[in-house]
């Protein structure tokens, strides 16, 4: 994340993405995959790491190998097998749904995972429960916990979608894409945007 300067000198947080160089490594059509998308593929990676059947999956497209690849919709006829799209697709002004799998922070209790308060307060001879969940539930009925019970576990490493994030700026030499705000996940991870 940074921040940059609009026209009025106010200073608005934003999140630089590489959104390209993506190679169409596959159109999949109605009448041969039962449905119609694009399969782009994103940062190159050697040969010797991709095994052979990936290699003839790229040698196909006309491409050199890939280390990401994922499906669009709504391309129509646009683009042809082999072809290279760059963060041009994108325009100033749009707004855009960035996915990615959010930061992981292990296993959590209740108070950092569910925003819970604790039991009770520090007086009245608390000495231990104040990071602590409270009552479960009821006595003899149910007689167990309820499925999706707010409990410690782990947090984070999930999917997650930031969704109308406006673009800010485009820096086409370097397929740089400037959206305002922050996008899920860690530096130097995977997204998927989506107009």
């Known amino acids: 994340m940074t921040s940059v300067y609009n026209e009025e000198g106010k200073n608005i947080p934003c999140t630089v993405i590489e959104a390209g160089p993506c ?10 995959d039962g449905y119609d998308a694009v399969q782009l593929g ?11 059947a990936m290699g003839g ?5 006309g491409i050199t190998p890939r280390k990401k690849l994922a499906e669009f919709t709504g391309f129509g006829d646009s683009v042809k097998l082999g072809d290279v799209l760059t963060v041009d697709l994108f325009n100033d002004d749009t707004w855009l749904d960035v996915r990615g799998v959010s930061k992981g922070k292990g296993f959590q209790g209740v ?16 000495h231990n429960r104040l ?4 009552s479960l539930g009821a006595s003899s009925y149910p007689s167990r916990v309820f499925k999706g019970m707010r409990m410690a576990g782990r947090t984070g490493g999930k999917q997650v979608m930031a969704i109308s994030l406006r673009v800010i700026k485009l ?7 400037l959206v305002k705000g922050s996008v899920p996940g860690p530096n130097g991870s995977y997204l998927i945007i989506t107009k």
């Open 23 to 32: 190679a169409v490594t596959q159109i999949k059509t109605v009448d041969h």
């Open 42 to 52: 994103f940062e190159e990676k050697k040969e010797k790491h991709t095994t052979r």
């Open 57 to 61: 999956h790229f040698k196909k497209a």
């Open 111 to 126: 108070v950092k995972r569910y925003n819970f308060h604790g039991v009770g307060d520090a007086t009245h001879g608390q």
């Open 131 to 134: 990071r602590a969940p409270g």
């Open 171 to 177: 820096i086409p030499e370097e397929n740089l894409l």
